[in-house]
Each structure stands twice: as structure tokens, then as C-alpha cells.
């Protein structure tokens, strides 16, 4: 399973876009890119999913450049509720369903 | 409809003791996870079952143990408690084994052993 490295925490304000940066680079070729949220006392949450280039839904953005060793997400306009744990996960689609999360990103939300 | 629930929500121990927590996956799911988040780490997969046989083992001794029960739900068992169980024990659930982005948390139990 692939690793990754994200930002130990990232602080934003109301409104704003923020943008989270994962690496994975040893990414393998069956690997999908997968984001998690997390607020406090509850379990993580399902966000987005992708392979490659972009993928949108209704709560945020994964851009994946052409050599997959990195992924953004990103979280349009961010309010208060938004400050919680995100978590970028790497691995096979299919089989196996062992998530491999790591320590994830602190996201603090400011009015 | 109900989301995966678990109980109880919190439970204290003391050292030695054995501990069972519960899982009640939603509605249809066929397969049920375990994990263990202590604090300030993410959670980290114990177990997976589908269909009532085991079908993953994350790297925990064995005084962890699981089942499923013919109607989905789960039981997870920790024997010979150490400070160290110390966490919140997460329930995920999911409509079949294959689908890899589809698996629904619960909201957890806070186990706190002394």
C-alpha cells in the first residue's frame, strides 16, 4: 500500500478556498486516491474518490496531475463546519477493503 | 434510514478485563470492519468480515477477536486489557466486499482502560 505524507495541519477563514496536498509517491497503477473526513468523536466520512485528472461533486475538488505522485483536494469556500480531519488514502480499488489512513490534516476553520 | 450504529457508546475498564463492543451495520451491508483510532493517529484496521467469515487481519495480537452474526451484525473482542487499548473503536460497513470508497463509519466507542 502506498504511503502518504500530508500537511500536519492548515488554518483557513470563512470563505475562503482551501487546498490540501497529499504525496504518494509510489502510487501503483491500480491505486485510487481516496479522502476522508473526520470530525471529533465520530467516525471519518467518505468525500471524493479518483483516479486521475479532476473529479468533482458536490462538496469538494480532486485534481490529480498526470504522474498521480500527488493529489489536492479542495474545499470550496470553507465555513466553520468544515473544521474537522481529512485523511488521503491510496489504494486498489476492489478486493481487499483494509484502509490504510495516516495521520491526516488538522483543518481549522476561523470566523 | 438507520446509519451503522454501535454500541455502547462509551466504556471504562480496568486493566486485565475483558471488554465486547457491538456493530450494527446498516441495512443490506454485507460486510463489516473494525478499527482502532487512539489519539491524535488515524484509525487503523483490526478486522474485516464479509458474509460471517473473516476476511482481513490488520497487525493486532490475538487477544483481539471478532464474528459476525448471520444477520450482519458484528461483536469485537479484546481480552487481557492493556492501557494501551485506550481508543475509540470504529465500526465500518459496506455493501459488499469488492467497493473499495463505499464503506460507512459508525460512530464509535470510546473505550477508556485504567
Known amino acids: 500500500l502506498a504511503k502518504t505524507t500530508q500537511p500536519i495541519s492548515m488554518d483557513s477563514y470563512e470563505g475562503q478556498e482551501v487546498n490540501i496536498t497529499c504525496s504518494h509517491n509510489?502510487?501503483?497503477?491500480?491505486?485510487?486516491i481516496t479522502w476522508y473526513q473526520q470530525f471529533p468523536s465520530q467516525g471519518p466520512r467518505f468525500i471524493i474518490q479518483?483516479?486521475?485528472t479532476k473529479v468533482t461533486n458536490e462538496v469538494a475538488s480532486l485534481f490529480i496531475p498526470a504522474d498521480r505522485k500527488s493529489s489536492t483536494l479542495s474545499l470550496p469556500r470553507v465555513s466553520l463546519s468544515d473544521t474537522a480531519v481529512y485523511y488521503c488514502?491510496?489504494?486498489?480499488?476492489?478486493?481487499?477493503?483494509?484502509?490504510?489512513f495516516g495521520t491526516g490534516t488538522r483543518l481549522l476553520v476561523s470566523p | 434510514d438507520a446509519g451503522v450504529t454501535q454500541s455502547p457508546t462509551h466504556l471504562i475498564k480496568t486493566r486485565g478485563q475483558h471488554v465486547t463492543l457491538r456493530c450494527s451495520p446498516i441495512?443490506?451491508?454485507?460486510?463489516v470492519s473494525w478499527y482502532q483510532q487512539v489519539l491524535g493517529q488515524g484509525p487503523q484496521f483490526i478486522f474485516q468480515?464479509?458474509?460471517?467469515?473473516?476476511?482481513g487481519r490488520g497487525n493486532f495480537p490475538d487477544r483481539f477477536s471478532a464474528r459476525q452474526f448471520p444477520n450482519y451484525s458484528s461483536e469485537l473482542n479484546v481480552n487481557a486489557l492493556l492501557l494501551g487499548d485506550s481508543a475509540l473503536y470504529l465500526c465500518?460497513?459496506?455493501?459488499?466486499?469488492?467497493?473499495?470508497?463505499?464503506?460507512?463509519f459508525g460512530p464509535g466507542t470510546r473505550l477508556t482502560v485504567l
Open positions: 465500518a460497513s459496506s455493501l459488499e466486499l469488492a467497493q473499495y470508497n463505499e464503506q460507512f
Open positions: 509510489n502510487i501503483a497503477t491500480n491505486d485510487y
Open positions: 479518483g483516479y486521475k
Open positions: 488514502l491510496v489504494g486498489e480499488f476492489g478486493g481487499f477493503q483494509k484502509l490504510v
Open positions: 441495512s443490506g451491508h454485507k460486510s
Open positions: 468480515y464479509y458474509e460471517k467469515e473473516e476476511r
